[in-house]
T-cell receptor
Framework: SQKIEQNSEALNIQEGKTATLTCNYT??????LQWYRQDPGRGPVFLLL?????KEKRKERLKVTFDTTLKQSLFHITASQPADSATYLC????????????FGKGTKLSVKP | GAVVSQHPSRVICKSGTSVKIECRSL??????MFWYRQFPKQSLMLMAT?????????EQGVEKDKFLINHASLTLSTLTVTSAHPEDSSFYIC????????????FGSGTRLTVV
């Protein structure tokens, strides 16, 4: 069966360190993978999209890698800040570029000052 | 950037009544919108795909007669929870694709439904 797994339910790190979140999937061949941030009681906010032919993408302090052989994406936040504390979701699109999204359960990141 | 407005943000209703949730794309047209449900500490689960001018496509296990979806215009989709029961209490979120596939999806702020 198809699965998206975010291995850590929660991750606690110290301010200034790099946070690394993992997303693994099975039985998918996604054209691209997306990462979202969700704060409590709010809808997800789009952060980054990486295509199957891209190995790495960066946006400010964020970096995403995509290994289609390992079926894994890593999401990094460098120089983390307490304001980065939130739940981070990875998502794959079903049905091609306009398909609906299937989400992982998310990793709750807490950055301590 | 693209904005999806969702109302209400919170609603409490009595068991057996119906509740309507609105999802509007404010600065773009959305031929397709998606409705999700999220239980505490769980992933967003897709309920249905709402298509402008046609019937919604429901995911397996989602009762189409209970969760009525109407997408009458390019900027508005509504989800009506009919004959609500306490087990329908959840966080409902809509989303739309504002641009190409490289832009990600824009989500509403969600509706917390509590059925008492």
């Amino acid at each position: 069966s198809q699965k998206i797994e975010q291995n850590s339910e929660a991750l606690n790190i110290q301010e200034g360190k790099t946070a690394t979140l993992t997303c693994n999937y099975t039985n998918y061949s996604p054209a691209y993978l997306q990462w979202y941030r969700q704060d409590p009681g709010r809808g997800p906010v789009f952060l980054l999209l990486i295509r199957e032919n891209e190995k790495e993408k960066r946006k400010e302090r964020l970096k995403v890698t995509f290994d289609t052989t390992l079926k894994q994406s890593l999401f990094h936040i460098t120089a983390s800040q307490p304001a980065d504390s939130a739940t981070y979701l990875c998502a794959l699109a079903q049905g091609g570029s306009q398909g609906n999204l299937i989400f992982g359960k998310g990793t709750k990141l807490s950055v301590k000052p | 950037g693209a904005v999806v407005s969702q109302h209400p943000s919170r609603v409490i209703c009595k068991s057996g009544t119906s509740v309507k949730i609105e999802c509007r794309s404010l600065d773009f047209q959305a031929t397709t919108m998606f409705w999700y449900r999220q239980f505490p500490k769980q992933s967003l689960m897709l309920m249905a795909t709402s298509n402008e001018g046609s019937k919604a496509t429901y995911e397996q296990g989602v009762e189409k007669d209970k969760f009525l979806i109407n997408h009458a215009s390019l900027t508005l989709s509504t989800l009506t929870v009919t004959s609500a029961h306490p087990e329908d209490s959840s966080f409902y979120i809509c989303s739309a694709l504002s641009g190409g596939s490289g832009d990600g999806y824009t989500f509403g702020s969600g509706t917390r439904l509590t059925v008492v």
